[in-house]
């Protein structure tokens, strides 16, 4: 016989909860882990790393302290950690799991895959990964002079760094 209470409503209730205004970005994180085939090790390494990112998605404890704090049964490398590391960043939203300004932009530029774009995608992992900071003094003179840009050039990398979120954890739990 059929029933009205089946799997199908339970199923609407936990898609209910899982998009319900509380949900955190650990919550987030850990749902999209539980859909990623990885090793039982892997997985070990995931939930150390999603527990020490924060809110915005900055991973708040540094590579080797998570390395060190693992079980020394496990025998892992750091590269381990890392590669496990840049899964989590592929997570949505990407960018999750930074360590630094840089990598949260660099990782979001990565995910451009629009050929028009190619040249100024290239340009704006110029300017953040060796004049972050005269971007962030907005002198865009002295960018154009070091990274040998003209101005149309570099007016298009900077549209495209201004549309990446340094913040990506804000969108899934707004404070």
């Keep these: ?7 199908a409503e339970g199923e609407y209730s936990d898609f209910e ?21 990885m090793s039982e090790t892997d997985e070990l390494i995931a939930l150390a ?13 540094d590579i ?12 892992l490398e750091l590269d381990e950690v890392l590669a496990v590391l ?5 997570f949505d939203p990407v960018g999750v799991g930074y360590r630094n300004l840089a990598e949260c932009l660099l990782i979001q530029l990565n995910q451009f ?4 774009l190619a040249i100024a995608v290239k340009n704006a992992k110029t300017i953040i990964t060796e004049h972050i900071g ?3 003094t907005r002198d865009y ?16 990398a900077i549209e495209i760094i201004e549309g990446l979120n340094p913040r990506p954890g804000a969108e899934i739990a707004p404070p």
């Design 1 to 7: 016989s059929y029933s009205s209470s089946g799997s």
């Design 17 to 37: 909860s899982r998009n319900s205004a509380s949900e955190t970005l650990q919550d987030h994180l850990l749902w999209q882990l539980n859909l990623t085939p």
């Design 49 to 61: 790393l999603i527990d020490a990112i924060d809110a915005n998605g900055l991973l708040t404890v």
């Design 64 to 75: 080797e302290s998570i390395h060190t704090g693992l079980d020394p049964s496990l025998e």
């Design 86 to 90: 840049h899964r989590i960043q592929q």
């Design 113 to 116: 895959t629009n050929p028009d």
């Design 134 to 136: 005269l971007l962030g």
């Design 141 to 156: 003179a002295q960018i154009m002079r070091r990274a040998k840009l003209k101005e149309p050039e570099l007016k298009q």
